[in-house]
């Protein structure tokens, strides 16, 4: 079992979040949703559980319902725990009509698991996606902020063997990006 | 190889820095636009003929005089880089390259409409380009090209990314909208049209990356010139996302007119089917088009060369037409399977629909467990007039056009060819092959 530690964002994340409400109107600060869900997903390990959505919408002062509505419509949010490194691979036509099926088939093969699990390890979970705006160079797949293109099976082998063998947490938002956040203007 | 106004400097050192960009000719046109009335700028794009880059192809000077003016009430533009259209990636490959054109486009359209706080919208999975922008944003705030008193003019004007989170439907403008006020991407019964009601309830104008930063080249060289590139009422230059099974995959700027067997087979662009096969389709626009075998892609019902235009493209209509859409030109070889593509299109409209209209949430998963059948070896004669019956009971009769867009790509399919839904029913046996799809998405046979 998970230890149960406060739900707090660091110092950095709670700044950045606070810069991200002050983009919109007074009194609009749900418009922060989205961004600061992202950043909560960065925060705890990739997913976003029913205590981290309440402290989103406490940090927002809106009701905790306005959040799991939005966490549940977009694809991106996580409502179950992932491994350290998600793989989504594009699945639509312009990819699909590269072999972006048999690429699932190898990663599944590859990973002994089937798509939407997640490694024994816990280090990778498999999702595919839809069209990424990356069909000038599919099949390929994102992986944390890193769209991997014009993939092969032995080029996909290697990344995801590197990806392993370093072994570190990969987000959306990464980790840098938030404790470095002065180019980003509140 | 025709002009080009977009991307025709990528190749020069920093052009993705606010110095690089500026060395060559960046805010030259937004010193211009300064010095103009705003009235004057929307005269410039009117005089222009510039049509929206994000698929419709609306005028756009047309939009924007349509904004209402109430006093007192702040007025938004918001930029649409949601990007997610299957088939379309030019928007990211120019934002990444280039965001001080985006920028200089977005302060330019803020003035004219008389915007002090605009937005990006940009996909939650484009992270890589959300920093982009952020930093381009940052260096034009500290050269004086946005914030307060915008290079003395007394022009104020503030400028955000805002980053969505993975969902087609926040393409649509009232979609975005909502999702930009931190909702569900559920869009807008329309009217009010966001010109008069947007972000907030507040008058707003949506458009395309593509859009924004053809405003650009439009000051620079004046809306007159502008016009005079292209052919009739499609003016200017369109950025084209080639993709599938060509030889030269890829982002490119054509003249618009230029004939779509140039542009498919010539070496400047892409090249050519590849492995020498033939070509079998097309799907010209983006996912959302009419696909059309690569016959009457090449050639209007007249006989005539079909031409990247957004008339030529239509030429014929539904019938023996299709659209230039978003640009996203989908290209298949002989060997591909209409009907598997089609599945893959309707599986991901399916997806995406947001679930608000009975018509499009029912119709989409109908239609995609129904090809799920002749892919399965099991459909019959009888399901292809049922197919045909659903979109049809889709198409004009939604919130928005996503449920059209679901309708088209099976009309169009089955309108051109029929005869391989029927190879299914008769020889599925032999064709069935997608049974890890079936399985990862939980469907059941029909
Ligand atoms: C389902 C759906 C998805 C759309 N996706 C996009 C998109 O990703 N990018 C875009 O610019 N326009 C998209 N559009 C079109 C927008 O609704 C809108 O027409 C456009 O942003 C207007 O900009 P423009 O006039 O500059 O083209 C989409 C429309 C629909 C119906
Ligand atoms: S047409 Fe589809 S996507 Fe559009 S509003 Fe209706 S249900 Fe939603
Ligand atoms: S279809 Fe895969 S990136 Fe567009």
């Not at chain 1, 950043?39 to 905790?64: H, K, T």
């Not at chain 2, 700028?41 to 698929?55: A, D, H, M, N």
């Not at chain 2, 679901?406 to 069935?432: C, D, L, Q, T």
């Amino acid at each position: 079992m998970a230890e149960m530690k406060p739900i707090k964002f660091s110092d950095e994340a709670l700044a950045l979040s606070h810069k991200i409400m002050k983009r919109y109107p007074e009194g609009k600060q749900k418009s922060a949703i989205l961004p600061v869900l992202h950043l909560a997903q960065a925060e705890f390990g990739g997913w976003l559980s029913a205590p981290v959505m309440d402290y989103v919408a406490s940090l927002l002062s809106i009701q905790p319902v306005e959040v799991y509505e939005v966490a549940s419509f977009y694809s991106m949010y996580n409502l179950k725990p992932v491994g350290k490194c998600v793989i989504e691979v594009c699945r639509t036509g312009p990819c699909w009509l590269m072999g972006a099926e048999d690429l699932v088939k190898f990663i599944e093969k590859k990973l002994n698991i089937k798509e939407g699990q997640t490694t024994a390890d816990g280090m990778f979970t498999l999702k595919t996606v839809e069209c990424l705006a990356s069909c000038g160079t599919a099949p390929m797949m994102q992986i944390g902020e890193t769209y991997h293109e014009n993939l092969t099976f032995e080029k996909c082998s290697d990344i995801l063997d590197n990806y392993k063998a370093k072994g570190e947490n990969v987000s959306h938002w990464r980790k840098e990006r938030i404790t470095n956040h002065s180019d980003i203007k509140q | 190889m025709g002009r080009q106004l977009l991307i025709n400097d990528l190749d020069k050192e920093g052009i993705a820095t606010l110095p690089g960009y500026k060395a060559h000719g960046g805010y030259v046109a937004l010193e211009k636009a300064l010095k103009m009335k705003p009235e004057e700028v929307v005269s410039e794009v009117q005089k222009s003929g510039l049509r929206g880059r994000g698929g419709a192809g609306f005028p756009t000077g047309m939009k924007w005089s349509f904004i209402a003016k109430p006093p007192g009430v702040p007025r938004y533009l918001v930029c649409n880089a949601d990007e997610s259209e299957p088939g379309t990636f030019k928007d990211r490959y120019l934002m990444q390259r280039k965001p001080h054109v985006l920028i200089e486009g977005m302060i330019i359209s803020s003035f004219a409409l008389g915007a002090n706080v605009s937005y990006i919208y940009i996909r939650g999975e484009m992270m890589y380009q959300f920093h982009i922008l952020e930093k381009a944003i940052q260096e034009a705030y500290d050269a004086g090209y946005l914030g307060k008193n915008i290079l003395g003019t007394g022009y104020d004007l503030d400028l955000y990314v805002h980053c969505g989170a993975g969902a087609y439907i926040c393409g649509e403008e009232t979609g975005l909208i909502e999702s930009l006020e931190g909702k569900r991407g559920n869009p807008r019964i329309k009217p009010p049209f966001p010109a008069v009601k947007g972000v907030w309830q507040c008058p707003t104008v949506v458009n395309n990356v593509e859009t924004l930063a053809a405003v650009v080249p439009i000051i620079n060289m004046t809306g007159d010139e502008y016009a005079k590139i292209g052919i009739g009422k499609s003016t200017g230059t369109k950025l084209i996302s080639a993709s599938g099974h060509i030889n030269k995959p890829g982002v490119y700027e054509i003249e618009l007119g230029v004939p779509v067997e140039e542009f498919l087979y010539s070496d400047q662009y892409c090249g050519g089917i590849r492995n020498g096969k033939k070509l079998k389709a097309v799907v010209a626009g983006g996912s959302s088009v009419p696909i059309l075998p690569g016959e009457k892609l090449l050639k209007t019902p007249k006989g005539e060369p079909r031409l990247m235009s957004y008339e030529s493209l239509s030429e014929g209509g539904f019938g023996e037409g299709t659209m230039l859409g978003s640009g996203g030109f989908i290209v298949m070889d002989e060997d591909t399977s209409v009907v598997k593509n089609l599945w893959n299109f309707t599986r991901f409209y399916h997806h995406e629909s947001c679930g608000q209209c009975s018509p499009c949430r029912e119709g989409t998963g109908w239609m995609e467990k129904i090809l799920h059948k002749f892919l399965d070896g099991h459909a019959t004669m009888a399901d292809i007039d049922l197919l045909w019956d659903i979109q049809s009971k889709i198409d004009g009769r939604t919130i928005c056009p996503l449920g059209d867009a679901a309708s088209w790509p099976v009309a169009s399919a089955i309108r051109h060819f029929r005869s391989e839904f029927e190879e299914y029913v008769k020889n599925g046996e032999n064709m069935r092959d997608i049974q890890h799809y079936y399985r990862v998405n939980n469907l059941q046979p029909a």
